[in-house]
């Protein structure tokens, strides 16, 4: 059992990374692609692996009723097929309306 | 565990707020929509985390159709952006 609480932990823990590095990335990067570019990827994979830790969890811990984490495993994958689309329809809105992108030497923005 | 969930819980909260600024303070509608679109998606992972630790299975119906709702906004709000108009 104790072997169960470190994965899950250690799930947990590579999840919360990779969110708070995509929060950092949003603030931090120069430009609005660069800026999708951070959240799109470390958004999906935080977002999944805290799930698949939480369904760990759920398989040691609550045996008794192995159908509910079904849920949760069809959210990762809607996550995993969703968020990316939704970055990339929002990338090319933003290409097709004319946001320049960035260049080293230029402002902020 | 409980302990571990509620650090869990309050460490995506202080993303979700530094998000929140982007959200407010970003230049252009563009920068505000993606800080949107990002704060969704943590909020997923924040109420899973919050059925977990008061133990109510009813929270992922809940977050299951979050998902849905952030995605379907997400891309209406990309199409209403590039056309200027939602049907046509």
Do not use: Q
């Not at chain 1, 799930?51 to 159908?67: K, N, W």
């Not at chain 2, 929509?33 to 299975?57: D, F």
């Not at chain 2, 929270?59 to 209403?80: E, P």
């Amino acid at each position: 059992m104790v072997l169960v609480n470190g994965m899950v932990t250690l799930f947990l823990a590579g999840g919360l990374f990779f969110t708070l590095v995509g929060s950092i990335g949003l603030l931090r990067f120069p430009d609005f692609y660069t800026r999708l570019h951070a959240t799109g990827k470390c958004d999906t994979l935080g977002t999944s692996l805290i799930l698949i830790g939480l369904i760990i969890h759920h398989l040691f811990h609550y045996s008794g009723t192995p159908l509910v984490p079904v849920r949760l495993l069809f959210l990762v994958f809607f996550i995993f097929i969703a968020n990316p689309a939704a970055t990339h329809a929002l990338m090319k809105a933003a290409y097709e309306v004319g946001v320049k992108p960035w260049k080293l030497g230029d402002e902020r923005r | 565990m409980i302990s571990i969930f509620l650090i869990s819980s309050m460490l995506i909260i202080f993303a979700i707020f530094l998000s929140l600024y982007r959200a407010i303070l970003g230049p252009g509608v563009f920068n505000r929509v993606a800080a949107v679109n990002v704060i969704g998606t943590k909020t997923i992972a924040l109420l899973v985390l919050i059925g977990y630790y008061t133990e109510r299975p009813e929270f992922f119906d809940i977050a299951l159709l979050y998902a849905m709702l952030n995605f379907i906004g997400t891309l209406v709000f990309a199409r209403y952006l590039e056309r200027g108009e939602l049907w046509s």
